[in-house]
């Protein structure tokens, strides 16, 4: 069973609005994290946020927040006022564990495509 | 700056030939990890290593090599027994000091073997 799934190959969004990018986990572990990351066309990987299992607060940062549902395991990513620089490939990432030197396993991602 | 360096940016190689494939951090991070991404399939971790002269298999580590032998480096060869080389190629490090610390990545090497 895959751990984390992202139903959305891709999403169109219009300049200024929210979207939201779905992200279903799958773990047994009490203790785990979960991160998301912006891929840019240009390759790289940018971390946007990340949310633990025990926290009671949904995580946010700046235009981002995360929509964290533990009971249903999902965590999706809420972006707020869309910009053009917003359009990539968006990847949810879970940490299974205390430990910091744990993997992170990927879901296959959502293109997010933002119009004018 | 600190960061991580992969070079170089593209690889051509010779279906047969290994490559090695560099990583190098300046962030005085302690973990590195090596991941592989295809279109479509999202990121699939290959090795990654907690300190120096010790590293681990991931999920598709066959036809993989790594060696860790300084805190900076972290190389990863590409053997003529990887039976699907061409992809695109990301290391990444982290501090490894909490559970909430992410995964630095480097830019990436895109590898092409014909």
């Known amino acids: 069973a895959q751990k984390i799934t992202q139903t959305q190959p891709g999403m169109f969004v219009q300049e200024k609005e929210a979207v939201t990018l779905d992200c279903t986990y799958d773990?047994?572990?009490?203790?785990?994290?979960l991160f998301w990351y912006k891929q840019p066309s240009s390759g790289e990987m940018i971390f946007l946020i990340y949310?633990?299992?025990?926290?009671?607060q949904n995580a946010t940062e700046g235009r981002y927040s995360l929509n964290f549902q533990k009971a249903r395991k999902s965590a999706n990513l809420v972006i707020s006022a869309s910009q053009l620089g917003d359009s990539a490939m968006y990847f949810c990432?879970?940490?299974?564990?205390?430990?910091?030197?744990?993997?992170?396993?990927f879901g296959k991602g959502t293109m997010l495509l933002v119009s004018p | 700056d600190g960061g991580i360096t992969q070079s170089p940016k593209y690889l051509f190689r010779k279906e047969g030939q290994n490559v090695t494939l560099s990583c190098e951090q300046n962030?005085?991070?302690?973990?590195m990890y090596w991941y592989r991404q295809d279109p479509g399939q999202g990121l699939r971790l290959i090795y990654y290593?907690?300190?120096?002269?010790?590293?681990q298999k991931g999920d598709i580590a066959e036809g993989y090599s790594v060696s860790r032998e300084k805190k900076e480096s972290f190389p990863l060869t590409v053997t003529s027994a990887q039976k699907n080389p061409t992809a695109f190629y990301l290391c990444?490090?982290?501090?490894?000091?909490?559970?909430?610390?992410?995964?630095?990545f480097g830019n990436g090497t895109r590898l092409t073997v014909t």
């Open positions: 990432a879970m940490r299974e564990g205390r430990s910091g030197y744990s993997t992170l396993t």
């Open positions: 949310q633990g299992s025990y926290d009671e």
């Open positions: 773990t047994s572990d009490q203790s785990y994290g």
């Open positions: 962030l005085n991070h302690d973990a």
């Open positions: 290593s907690q300190i120096v002269n010790d590293f």
């Open positions: 990444a490090s982290s501090t490894g000091t909490g559970e909430n610390s992410p995964l630095h």
